[in-house]
């Protein structure tokens, strides 16, 4: 169980991550992320992963996903999924906050958000390349790197 206050907390730039479940408890089947985007945060460069799926439910504000070539904006109560190979993004592009549950399964993604954590407080930037770097070693890359 993880309470209201519990879970490791992971904040990288605009947004703070809550980590709720890593796979530790699920034998590395699925982790689960509660995420806070500040208004106007931009997302990561669009990206696919090879190895995990991942999903996103909003719980509260407006995110934009980018998947593919499309662009959605997500209120409360809409479900996103990006399987394998599928190129997608997310930003919060409004005045308010927004607040999404993330799934990834297996965990394998998880260790990413704690190494760019890492990389900001070791003061290094976070600069686009750099987050390409990390991605690569958790089997994903750019969307633009494979049509």
């Known amino acids: 169980m993880v309470g209201p206050g519990d879970g490791e907390t992971i904040v990288l730039g605009t947004t703070r991550m809550r980590i709720l479940e890593d796979g530790s408890h699920t034998g590395h089947r699925l982790a689960?992320?509660?995420?806070?985007?500040?208004?106007?945060?931009?997302?990561?460069?669009q990206h696919r992963h090879a190895r995990h799926d991942?999903?996103?439910?909003?719980?509260?504000?407006?995110?934009?996903?980018?998947?593919?070539?499309?662009?959605?904006?997500?209120?409360?109560?809409?479900?996103?999924?990006?399987p394998p190979g599928t190129p997608h993004t997310f930003a919060n592009p409004t005045d308010q906050?927004?607040?999404?549950?993330?799934?990834f399964t297996p965990d394998l993604y998880v260790q990413y958000f704690r190494d760019l954590q890492e990389s900001l407080t070791a003061d290094h930037p976070l600069t686009p390349q750099a987050t390409i770097n990390t991605m690569n070693r958790y089997a994903t890359e750019p969307a633009s790197r494979r049509p």
Do not use: K
């Open 32 to 45: 689960i992320a509660e995420s806070v985007l500040a208004p106007h945060t931009q997302g990561p460069p």
């Open 54 to 82: 991942e999903g996103f439910y909003v719980l509260s504000g407006t995110v934009r996903f980018t998947v593919g070539g499309e662009e959605y904006d997500a209120t409360p109560g809409t479900l996103v999924m990006a």
């Open 97 to 103: 906050p927004a607040v999404i549950l993330s799934t």
